[in-house]
C-alpha cells in the first residue's frame, strides 16, 4: 500500500489556469506538508499543516491555498497559474513536526505550466 | 542569514571505492540531521537520523557523522555499488522553528 499518494502525477496546463493536487497519507500521521522543488533540485518546504491546522507558511504567494478536510489529507489548489510555478510538488507526512522523525514523501506531482 | 550546503552538484566514483557527502551550515543549530536520498522521478527516502549529541551512526553500508563545532556532517557509502547512484539530501531539523530544512542535494554516479 501506498504510504503517502499524491495526484495526478504529471499536469500541463495554461498559464491562468487554476489547478487542484490532491494528497492523503495512510500511515496515521498528525503532520503533513507540501515542498517544492525546482528545476535545480531545491527541495524547500511551502506548508506545514499538524492535525488540520496551518502551522507553517513559508512565504508563499497567495496563489497557493492549501487544504487539510482531515488530518489525513492535504491539498494544495493553486490559482492563476504562472510559468514560474513549473515544478515538482512533493506531499509529505510525519508524526510530529520539528522532532527528527521522518518525513515520508509521495512521488510527487510534476507541474508544467506552458 | 541561514544557509545549507553540499559538496558539488555532481560526485562520481568508482563502484568498491567509499563515496563521501558532505553537508555544511551556517546560523543553524539543529538538534538533528538527517540523511535522504532520491531517485530521479521519485521522492525522497529516508536513509538515516543523527542526533546533536552524537558523533556516528551507522547503518550497514552508511556511515554519518555530525560535527556541531565544524557545523558539518559526513556521509559515506563504503564499497559503493552503481545502484547508490541517486540524489543525497541532508536535512537539519531545527525543533524551534519546527521544520526540516533541506541542502540542495549532491547526485553521485558509481561507474562499474
Known amino acids: 500500500d501506498t504510504a503517502v499518494s499524491q495526484t495526478p502525477k504529471y499536469l500541463v496546463t495554461q498559464m491562468g489556469n487554476d489547478k487542484s493536487i490532491k494528497c492523503e497519507q495512510n500511515l496515521g500521521h498528525d503532520t503533513m506538508y507540501w515542498y517544492k522543488q525546482d528545476s535545480k533540485k531545491f527541495l524547500k518546504i511551502m506548508f506545514s499543516y499538524n492535525n488540520k491546522e496551518l502551522i507553517i507558511n513559508e512565504t508563499v504567494p497567495n496563489r497557493f491555498s492549501p487544504k487539510s478536510p482531515d488530518k489525513a489529507h492535504l491539498n494544495l489548489h493553486i490559482n492563476s497559474l504562472e510559468l514560474g510555478d513549473s515544478a515538482v510538488y512533493f506531499c509529505?507526512?510525519?508524526?510530529?513536526?520539528?522532532?527528527?522523525?521522518?518525513?515520508?514523501f509521495g512521488e510527487g506531482s510534476w507541474l508544467t505550466v506552458v | 542569514s541561514q544557509k545549507i550546503e553540499q559538496n558539488s552538484e555532481a560526485l562520481n566514483i568508482q563502484e568498491g571505492k567509499t563515496a563521501t557527502l558532505t553537508c555544511n551550515y551556517t546560523n543553524y543549530s539543529p538538534a538533528y540531521l538527517q540523511w535522504y536520498r532520491q531517485d530521479p522521478g521519485r521522492g525522497p527516502v529516508f536513509l538515516l537520523l543523527i542526533r546533536e549529541n552524537e558523533k556516528e551512526k551507522r547503518k550497514e553500508r552508511l556511515k554519518v557523522t555530525f560535527d556541531t563545532t565544524l557545523k558539518q556532517s559526513l556521509f559515506h557509502i563504503t564499497a559503493s555499488q552503481p545502484a547508490d547512484s541517486a540524489t543525497y539530501l541532508c536535512a537539519l531539523v531545527a525543533v524551534e522553528a519546527g521544520k526540516s530544512t533541506f541542502g540542495d542535494g549532491t547526485t553521485l554516479t558509481v561507474k562499474p
Open positions: 509529505a507526512s510525519s508524526r510530529q513536526t520539528g522532532s527528527g522523525n521522518t518525513i515520508y
